[in-house]
């Protein structure tokens, strides 16, 4: 079944403490994504891979960090969290860009940090 | 920053009744996309309209991408209660900028 796997699905931190959130896809796909989704804010993209090794910022990369080391794992990372990184957020992956190609989004990590 | 306006942002309506949701921006967008997420999972996508003018069609749903790329809009014919969710638009900017902006969506309630 093609799917985009992500783990934790929920995660309760304190500020400070290292954590990476890790997404995974069975497509074969060559871009990949993670979004924070905040009420009233929607969703926010974090950062892009368009291929392994091409990471990119998008709207919201302050206070995370990515790689993409294989082709299908995009692991988010937060070095140091702070409550205001509290949030849902999601992984996705598409065949490539997006233009066309359908976005495939994981189940959601809810994030608390305290 | 390209910004994408989404409206209404809540919408309650009865079954049967017809509705629009529009999606509007000052940017222009080389494609975008309509999702409908459903609670506690990640949206999903219904449709991609990349040409000025483009008219797609879904059953009853009914998408149209602004002539000049800036705007959409979904239209629901016969609203039915598995209609209800959240629903986002979304923009690519185009050209090596693959960044894809969401609008904050519409909640749409069906009652039945």
């Known amino acids: 079944e093609a799917q985009v796997t992500q783990n934790p699905r929920y995660l309760i931190t304190v500020t400070g403490k290292k954590l990476t959130v890790t997404c995974s896809q069975n497509m074969n796909h060559e871009y990949m994504s993670w979004y924070r989704q905040d009420p009233g804010l929607g969703l926010r993209q974090i950062y892009y891979s368009m291929n392994v090794e091409v990471t990119d910022k998008g709207d919201v990369p302050e206070g995370y960090k990515v790689s993409r080391k294989e082709k299908r794992n995009f692991p988010l990372i937060l070095e140091s969290p702070s409550p205001n990184q509290t949030s849902l957020y999601f992984c996705?992956?598409?065949?490539?860009?997006?233009?066309?190609?359908?976005?495939?989004f994981g189940p959601g990590t809810r994030l608390t940090v305290t | 920053t390209q910004l994408l306006e989404q409206s209404p942002q809540f919408l309650s309506i009865q079954e049967g009744e017809n509705l629009t949701v529009y999606c509007n921006s000052s940017?222009?967008?080389?494609?975008l996309q309509w999702y409908r997420q459903e609670p506690g999972e990640g949206p999903v996508l219904l449709v991609t309209?990349?040409?000025?003018?483009e008219v797609k069609k879904l059953k009853r749903l009914t998408f149209q991408f602004g002539d000049a790329r800036k705007d959409s809009s979904l239209h629901i014919t016969a609203a039915q209660p598995g209609d209800t969710g959240l629903y986002l638009c979304a923009g690519e900017g185009g050209g090596s900028n693959y960044k894809l902006t969401f609008g904050k969506g519409t909640l749409l309630t069906v009652n039945p």
């Open positions: 996705a992956s598409s065949l490539w860009g997006l233009a066309g190609h359908e976005q495939y």
């Open positions: 309209v990349v040409t000025g003018g």
């Open positions: 940017s222009v967008f080389s494609s």
